[in-house]
């Protein structure tokens, strides 16, 4: 059962690839009945569907580059506007530019509704590669697992869920995922600034222990929805 919060949050989790945010993302979900919103799992989705925004997307994404604004904005709207999103959001890679940003502004001020928090996950570049090249995810659940630092208690099966069929992201590669740290570092963290600008900004430390990050994040949420 999860935690009662007082109201809908808002929250944005900034941080590279591999800083965690889907990890993070999902035990929110669990414990304070949020709901995630990662604009990665809708671009994939689309790209899995074959519409018109995903074969945009695909090529683009396999190569590590930041789908366009206006692409990932009509994405972001469509599932803003679906009603479980009034339980309060958890925006795990979104925004990602500063134009997207400046949009969110724009689209929940149009609802009455602003930011609860920005919360930056601090971690070293040069451990992220090992962090995305182990990942794979439950086919069934989409649980997030890692070769070397999250495995399922019995091998081969999903802890959440029972299943035995994991899937590995195809940009998950050590090639790609220097591409997509130069872009998180030229286009997504100046982000940080914008935040702390407006007084949403947050940090926690990315390097320690899943379930410790999972404490100081539950610690912001607590505060921001008392
Ligand atoms: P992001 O969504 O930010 O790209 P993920 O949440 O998918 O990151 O995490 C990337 C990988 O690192 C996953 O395999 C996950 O199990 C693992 N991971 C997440 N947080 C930590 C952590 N604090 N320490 C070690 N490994 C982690
Ligand atoms: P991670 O945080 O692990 O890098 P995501 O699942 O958030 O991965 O994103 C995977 C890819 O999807 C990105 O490399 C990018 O191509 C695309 N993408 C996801 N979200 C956005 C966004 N908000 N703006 C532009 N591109 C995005
Ligand atoms: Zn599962």
Same mark, same amino acid.
């Given at each position: 059962?999860?935690?009662?919060?007082?109201?809908?949050?808002?929250?944005?989790?900034?941080?590279?690839?591999?800083?965690?945010?889907?990890?993070?993302?999902?035990?929110?979900?669990?414990?304070?009945?949020?709901?995630?919103?990662?604009?990665?799992?809708?671009?994939?989705?689309?790209?899995?569907?074959?519409?018109?925004?995903?074969?945009?997307?695909?090529?683009?994404?396999?190569?590590?580059?930041?789908?366009?604004?206006?692409?990932?904005?009509?994405?972001?709207?469509?599932?803003?506007?679906?009603?479980?999103?009034? !339980?309060?959001?958890?925006?795990?890679?979104?925004? @990602?530019?500063?134009?997207? $940003? %400046?949009?969110?502004?724009?689209? +929940?001020? =149009?609802?009455?509704?602003?930011?609860?928090?920005?919360?930056?996950?601090?971690?070293?570049?040069?451990?992220?590669?090992?962090?995305?090249?182990?990942?794979?995810?439950?086919?069934?659940?989409?649980?997030?697992?890692?070769?070397?630092?999250?495995?399922?208690?019995?091998?081969?099966?999903?802890? !959440?869920?029972?299943?035995?069929?994991?899937?590995? @992201?195809?940009?998950?590669? $050590? %090639?790609?995922?220097?591409?997509? +740290?130069? =872009?998180?570092?030229?286009?997504?963290?100046?982000?940080?600034?914008?935040?702390?600008?407006?007084?949403?900004?947050?940090?926690?430390?990315?390097?320690?222990?899943?379930?410790?990050?999972?404490?100081?994040?539950?610690?912001?949420?607590?505060?921001?929805?008392?």
């Amino acid at each position: 059962m999860s935690e009662t919060i007082t109201r809908p949050a808002i929250l944005i989790l900034l941080g590279p690839p591999g800083a965690g945010k889907g990890t993070q993302a999902r035990m929110l979900e669990e414990r304070f009945g949020l709901v995630q919103l990662s604009t990665g799992d809708l671009l994939r989705a689309a790209v899995a569907a074959g519409t018109e925004a995903g074969r945009a997307a695909k090529a683009v994404m396999e190569a590590g580059d930041l789908v366009s604004d206006g692409i990932v904005l009509a994405i972001l709207k469509d599932r803003m506007a679906e009603p479980d999103t009034a !339980k309060g959001v958890i925006l795990d890679g979104f925004p @990602r530019t500063p134009g997207q $940003a %400046e949009a969110l502004d724009d689209l +929940l001020a =149009a609802q009455g509704q602003k930011i609860d928090a920005a919360i930056s996950i601090e971690v070293d570049d040069a451990a992220m590669v090992a962090r995305v090249s182990g990942r794979y995810t439950c086919a069934d659940c989409g649980e997030g697992y890692h070769d070397e630092f999250k495995q399922p208690v019995t091998a081969g099966t999903c802890d !959440k869920c029972g299943g035995t069929t994991f899937n590995r @992201r195809a940009d998950d590669n $050590a %090639e790609t995922v220097g591409a997509r +740290l130069t =872009a998180y570092h030229a286009s997504t963290a100046p982000l940080i600034a914008y935040y702390e600008a407006r007084g949403v900004l947050r940090t926690v430390d990315g390097m320690s222990a899943i379930d410790a990050i999972a404490g100081a994040l539950g610690e912001i949420v607590t505060q921001v929805t008392a």
